[in-house]
């Protein structure tokens, strides 16, 4: 997933062959060290060969404003069918660093309690939260990104989860407990115009793993986003995490789409 952040002024490119956008990204470029954007849309109509041959074109006209800002660390997300856009962005010196597959759940049916053992985070869980957040990712795009260092990574996860537990990045955190220790964390946030949950990191310390901490918090998560009359929930995972796969199948989840994460770095 990509952090949370504020919205930021968008450049918008439109040509006869299609249009582009790109957005700085201010969170991201205090955590990564480094001037950073990410490309929102390339949109071309036609035939593949054309369509590709026209976002190629538009892929020019974005690097050298992004080039012209500045900009150092340009990522894109596309969907696993568009082919064009991701042939495009690899003609273009983009590297492919993640894969996303994201989940759906409806809630109209969902009436489990709330799991023994969760309830919603405290500010003195705060250093346990972290604590996870920091040393928990492994398989997540920043891990992933050779540009960034294994400590810079970690910190993005920490300070990520800080901003959720603040409420600048979540609207709530569900913790799962065991002999009194925070054992595992859900992050949620409520889209309420469109009805819509959507759980955003679930991390769990290493000496809890094995022993269904994760499980039940997420289940204490969806009790909430249920709790919320909200109508649908979505979480999202790398590729290569099968066992969050599982976890969020063996809670009535159902895979919906796949996405790739590309990343340029740029010169001057």
């Not at 006869?16 to 990564?32: I, K, M, Y």
């Not at 799962?176 to 992050?187: F, I, N």
């Amino acid at each position: 997933m990509a952090a949370t952040q504020l919205p930021a002024p968008l450049s918008r490119i439109e040509t006869p062959a299609g249009t582009a956008s790109w957005r700085a990204l201010e969170w991201d470029t205090a955590e990564f060290g480094m001037p950073a954007a990410r490309i929102d849309a390339l949109e071309a109509p036609g035939a593949y060969a054309k369509a590709r041959v026209d976002k190629r074109e538009l892929l020019a006209i974005v690097l050298d404003e992004c080039r012209e800002a500045g900009i150092r660390h340009l990522s894109a997300r596309v969907d696993t069918a568009d082919l064009t856009t991701i042939h495009a962005l690899e003609e273009a010196g983009f590297e492919l660093i993640d894969g996303i597959q994201t989940f759906a759940l409806s809630l109209n049916a969902h009436h489990a309690p709330l799991p023994s053992g969760t309830r919603l985070f405290e500010p003195g869980d705060l250093p346990e939260v972290l604590d996870i957040g920091r040393t928990a990712f492994i398989y997540d795009r920043f891990h992933a990104d050779p540009s960034l260092s294994p400590d810079v990574a970690d910190q993005v996860n920490e300070n990520w989860t800080r901003n959720c537990c603040l409420g600048i990045a979540a609207d709530a955190v569900v913790v799962a407990e065991e002999d009194g220790r925070v054992a595992s964390y859900v992050t949620c946030r409520a889209d309420r115009e469109k009805d819509h949950g959507i759980i955003i990191l679930v991390a769990t310390a290493e000496w809890a793993r094995g022993r269904g901490a994760a499980r039940r918090a997420s289940s204490a998560a969806l009790h909430w986003f249920s709790a919320q009359g909200l109508a649908t929930v979505e979480v999202g995972t790398q590729l290569r995490n099968i066992p969050a796969a599982r976890l969020y199948e063996s809670l009535g989840f159902r895979l919906t789409r796949t996405s790739l994460t590309f990343r340029k770095i740029l010169h001057a």
